[in-house]
């Protein structure tokens, strides 16, 4: 098969699904290595860069998906009632970031780092699925473990959880001069 090929199944493979596709389901489909299929995204992306084009392949929580350009974003949001994201309260965002940077975590060791009550933003987490439950730890009652999830890694338009910001990073940020 060409690369012509390979790049209209890539493309139909991605509109079908609607979601983000998993790189190696790309590469069972296609035959294709990680490497080519990433060849081939970045040859897409490139001829999208056209102005007359809406769209890009953008790589998120270790698959691939179709956004809207952010500079056409703006014209359709309105007409489609796209709403933006959701904002996320400082106390979500503390309790999310302690599951985030310490996953697998009980939700006493999250109100432990916390130091109050996690129990309505565990629930709230779970409801929009940015967390979910990865196990029991091997304790005394055995606790539910927490971790983040694929939804979590979208929403903050991360490739993995090893994309976060390293914490040492972090307070440099905030404690730096400007």
């Known amino acids: 098969m060409s690369a012509d090929k390979y790049s209209g199944i890539i493309e139909a493979i991605l509109f079908y699904e609607g979601e983000v596709v998993p790189t190696d389901r790309l590469m069972k489909v296609t035959g294709l290595s990680e490497e080519n299929i990433r060849d081939i995204i970045d ?17 998120i929580a270790e698959g691939f998906t179709f ?41 006493a060791e999250v109100e432990e780092i916390r130091g109050v009550s996690a129990d309505n ?17 091997e304790a005394l009652g055995r606790p539910l473990l927490y971790g983040t999830t694929t939804e979590f890694l979208k929403h903050f338009n991360l490739k993995s959880i090893k994309d976060l910001p390293q914490i040492d990073e972090l307070k440099e940020a905030e404690f730096s001069e400007e």
């Open 67 to 107: 956004k809207i350009k952010k500079d056409i974003y703006a014209d359709i949001k309105e007409y489609y009632n796209i709403r933006g994201q959701s904002k996320l309260s400082q106390s979500l965002l503390t309790v999310l970031s302690i599951i985030a940077y310490k996953q697998p975590i009980t939700k």
């Open 121 to 137: 933003h565990i629930r709230t987490l779970l409801e929009k699925n940015f967390i979910e439950i990865k196990g029991r730890k």
């Open 43 to 59: 040859e897409l992306n490139e001829s999208y860069k056209q102005d007359h084009h809406g769209i890009i392949i953008e790589e």
